[in-house]
Structure formats: C-alpha cells, structure tokens
Nanobody, 124 residues
Framework: QVQLAESGGGLVQAGGSLRVSCVAS????????MGWFRQAPGKEREFVAAITWGSRTYYIDSVKGRFTISRDNARNTVYLQMNSLNPEDTAVYYC??????????????????WGQGTQVTVSS
C-alpha cells in the first residue's frame, strides 16, 4: 500500500510560480510511473504531467514549457514546478502513483494510488 501526501499549493498572482510536492510512504515508488492530475470546479479531473522511472516526462499541451515534473527516488518524492501560472490553472492538484500512459497521457482510470489533493489558486 502507498500513501501520497501533497504540499505546496496556495494562492499566487497570474504570472507567478508555485512548486507542489508529493511524498510517498508505505513502500518505494521508484519503479512506478508518477503523475499529477488536476480538477477545476465543475470540470472532470484531467491529466497534467507524468514521469517514468527513467525520468521520461509527458505533459498536456496547455502546460508544456511552463510546468516541469521531476522526481527524487531517494526521497520517494515527485515535484511539479509551475511557472507563468494563469487563472485557468486554478484547480485541486492530485498526485498519482502507479498509472498507465495512453498516447502520451496519464489515464486516470488506471491510477492505483491518489493523494488527497492540494489547492492551487491563481488570481488575475
């Protein structure tokens, strides 16, 4: 069993930056694909970014060039650095562990472990 704990969300002005972190406990996740999803009010949860055990990365088009996913296997931690934030990025961000990718996107239906989520709010 894996428990995921996110941190680092908050309120930021448009154009600003935030880094959210996700620490896994229970067992190592170094051989698992890790990812971030987000859910805005009234919308479905959507894939944002994923990273394989070999640190290959995948992003949705709307965050390419602005967000960077990374992992520290020694700390069982995955990060999402978010730059040039805009109000459309406002959502609850969820960490995901042990998921499958389909056509370069994380498939939420296949996520085995979810974190509780951390709120990111971008003001205009």
């Amino acid at each position: 069993q894996v428990q995921l704990a996110e941190s680092g969300g908050g309120l930021v002005q448009a154009g600003g930056s935030l880094r959210v972190s996700c620490v896994a406990s229970g067992r190592t996740v170094s051989r698992q694909i890790m990812g971030w999803f987000r859910q805005a009010p009234g919308k479905e949860r959507e894939f944002v970014a994923a990273i394989t055990w070999g640190s290959r990365t995948y992003y949705i088009d709307s965050v390419k060039g602005r967000f960077t996913i990374s992992r520290d296997n020694a700390r069982n931690t995955v990060y999402l650095q978010m730059n040039s934030l805009n109000p459309e990025d406002t959502a609850v961000y969820y960490c995901a562990a042990d998921l499958l990718l389909y056509e370069g996107r994380g498939d939420a239906q296949t996520v085995r472990y979810w974190g509780q989520g951390t709120q990111v709010t971008v003001s205009s």
